[in-house]
């Protein structure tokens, strides 16, 4: 083992740009509210390094959803797990005194390994202002493919430090849509209510809702939707919405206050190393090995898989390759890490028996964002809170089925929009294949598939605008572009239950490969997805540790 010294965010990437914003270029200056109280740190997940060569009992790849939940449950059930993860441990504070930064002040530590960052609302009033920044193994990838960019958590924790943190419960009523193969029943009197109460999901309180200031932008949408016939809802969250009172008021340092969520919060949400990895850590029998990049997963020569895995630093080079020996091996990488590992394991022959439908079945939950100008009497408020708590449900009507988040959009000047992110029932779904030529992996997803999208979330926002006399706006996602139809946040599938795995996640011609994360879900979940990931985590862990640890 070379260099294994097990970095932290530290100083680089952080703090190099000042404290203008994103809306600088258009030539605004933000003017946010800046608290001077001194910054707590965070309580840090310890880590610890994996050694070459070492013999382990279980090895997680990718510490998101699908890996806490199964390191939690495995070490609760007295067994011993490594979780290695891509991603740093997000637990020190940069030169600003702050682990993560904020939506309007992008530095290094907002993306994975890019010079310019990549915003899914790029251009403001025409002109683009992405910005450029130093290169670090920052929190939000926006892994670029033919067709579709598609962003994901990095670091300890997965996509629950980037996340919006709405923690929705699909309908039962469309549940044999999502994971035909799975008893519903058990999902909604067990798994469901196992996976909320785990993530600390909590509701806003609907009466200060109603006056929050910071909230001005979910009724609005939510009047402008209920004008026109729709149905709105309240969504759950994993923020801690008791310390965003706090923040309102100005007796706590200010996050979701803050422009903070895509790139991290500092404070008030309970992501997964708040939750079921501080709960799997503090069994005594898990331990988390971050910036280590899984390459390969073989039969090791006697029982046992051997894992090949790249140490890297924050600049993404490789300080250091491993292999160790695991007896079980539990992919947890995400939908698109895990499917580009197995399709790679499956075409170079380090596991050539994965069945061909490995790859396939691959949706974006019928990601497609967009934006309305409101009239001038519908502000939406300079202060905005980056934690959506509402929805508009239109997944009933079977002429485009869609559930719309009234999402933020959190520039620190009044801009009157409302901006949405659909999830619509795309039926689209895409294939990942291998790349003999590049070594690396690619998805076929076309643009133009998410014209389905599209023509589903329409069918809100037309009569929305056609009621309000009001417009999309055009200049948020590119040059007189009106959808945010290129990028997407809930990628789903590629490894889909019941099809390449048997219905718990086991890789069937390989005993003792497992996967459980969002790559089982085959392309959809009706709603935002990672209350289902972890339920369905829950359920799939059970009966393996019932079933394979006799
Ligand atoms: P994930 O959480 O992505 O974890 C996979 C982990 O594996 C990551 O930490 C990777 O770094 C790591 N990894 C990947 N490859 C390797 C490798 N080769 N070796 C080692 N480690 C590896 O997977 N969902 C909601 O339900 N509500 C929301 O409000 C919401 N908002 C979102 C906002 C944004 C900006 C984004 C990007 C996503 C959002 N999502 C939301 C989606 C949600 O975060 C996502 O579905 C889950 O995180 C997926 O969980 P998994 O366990 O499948």
């Given at each position: 083992m070379r260099g294994s010294k097990t970095e932290t965010?530290?100083?680089?990437?952080?703090?190099?740009?000042?404290?203008?914003?994103?809306?600088?270029?258009?030539?605004?200056?933000?003017g946010s509210a800046v608290l001077a109280s001194k910054v707590k740190v965070a309580n840090a997940l310890p880590v610890s390094p994996i050694t070459d060569g070492a013999q382990l009992p279980i090895l997680v790849i990718g510490s998101g959803y699908g890996g806490a939940v199964a390191a939690l449950r495995l070490a609760s059930a007295?067994?011993?797990?490594?979780?290695?993860?891509?991603?740093?441990?997000?637990?020190?504070?940069?030169?600003?005194?702050?682990?993560?930064?904020?939506?309007?002040?992008?530095?290094?530590?907002?993306?994975?390994?890019?010079?310019?960052?990549?915003?899914?609302?790029?251009?403001?009033?025409?002109?683009?202002?992405?910005?450029?920044?130093?290169?670090?193994?920052?929190?939000?990838?926006?892994?670029?493919?033919?067709?579709?960019?598609?962003?994901?958590?990095?670091?300890?924790?997965?996509?629950?430090?980037?996340?919006?943190?709405?923690?929705?419960?699909?309908?039962?009523?469309?549940?044999?849509?999502?994971?035909?193969?799975?008893?519903?029943?058990?999902?909604?009197?067990?798994?469901?209510?196992?996976?909320?109460a785990n993530l600390k999901v909590n509701n806003v309180d609907q009466t200060w809702f109603e006056s929050a200031s910071c909230y001005q932008f979910a009724r609005v949408g939510r009047k402008t939707a209920q004008a026109s016939g729709f149905t709105t809802t309240f969504v759950p969250n994993v923020y801690d919405f008791n310390y965003m009172k706090q923040e309102l008021a100005n007796t706590a340092p200010r996050s979701a206050l803050n422009a903070e969520v895509i790139y991290g919060n500092n404070y008030g949400k309970n992501s997964l190393d708040k939750t079921y990895l501080a709960a799997a850590v503090a069994t005594g029998k898990v331990t988390i090995t971050p910036q280590h990049v899984v390459t390969k997963v073989a039969p090791a020569a006697g029982t046992g898989y051997t894992v090949t895995m790249n140490q890297i630093d924050t600049s993404g080079n490789t300080v250091a390759t491993k292999t160790v020996t695991a007896q079980k091996v539990f992919f947890a990488a995400g939908s698109v890490?895990?499917?580009?590992?197995?399709?790679?394991?499956?075409?170079?022959?380090?596991?050539?028996?994965?069945?061909?439908?490995?790859?396939?079945g691959w949706g974006n939950n019928g990601n497609v964002m967009v934006a309305r100008q409101n009239q001038a009497w519908d502000a939406t408020g300079s202060l905005q809170a980056t934690i959506p708590v509402m929805g508009i449900d239109n997944w009933a009507d079977s002429g485009g089925r869609a559930f719309a988040e009234i999402s933020p959009f959190p520039a620190g000047i009044e801009t009157f929009a409302s901006l949405y992110l659909a999830i619509t029932d795309n039926p689209n779904r895409a294939t990942f294949s291998y790349n003999s030529g590049t070594g690396g992996v690619d998805l076929n997803w076309q643009q133009a598939w998410n014209g389905a999208g599209i023509t589903a979330a329409k069918r809100i926002f037309d009569p929305i605008n056609a009621?309000?006399?009001?417009?999309?706006?055009?200049?948020?996602?590119?040059?007189?572009?009106?959808?945010?139809?290129?990028?997407?946040?809930?990628?789903?599938?590629g490894c889909v239950l019941n099809q390449s795995t048997d219905n718990y996640g086991r890789l069937q011609s390989y005993p003792g490969l497992y996967v459980i994360d969002g790559s089982l879900i085959p392309g959809n979940t009706t709603v935002n997805p990672f209350v289902t990931i972890t339920a369905l985590a829950e359920r799939n862990i059970e009966n393996i540790i019932a079933n394979d640890f006799k």
């Open positions: 965010p530290g100083n680089a990437g952080a703090g190099t740009f000042g404290r203008r914003g994103f809306l600088a270029a258009t030539g605004v200056i933000l007295g067994q011993q797990v490594a979780i290695v993860e891509k991603g740093m441990s997000w637990s020190a504070p940069g030169s600003d005194g702050k682990i993560f930064c904020n939506m309007l002040n992008p530095d290094g530590r907002s993306f994975w390994l890019r010079t310019k960052t990549s915003q899914p609302v790029s251009y403001f009033m025409g002109a683009p202002y992405d910005k450029t920044i130093p290169s670090y193994t920052g929190v939000l990838d926006a892994e670029q493919f033919s067709q579709i960019r598609i962003y994901q958590g990095r670091g300890v924790g997965g996509g629950s430090l980037v996340n919006g943190g709405m923690a929705v419960t699909p309908k039962q009523q469309y549940f044999g849509s999502i994971l035909p193969s799975v008893d519903p029943a058990e999902m909604y009197n067990t798994y469901y209510p196992r996976a909320n890490g895990t499917s580009k590992l197995l399709v790679t394991q499956k075409a170079t022959g380090a596991l050539p028996n994965l069945p061909s439908s490995v790859g396939t009621k309000q006399a009001t417009i999309y706006r055009t200049d948020l996602f590119g040059l007189y572009k009106t959808w945010g139809d290129d990028f997407a946040y809930h990628p789903l599938g």
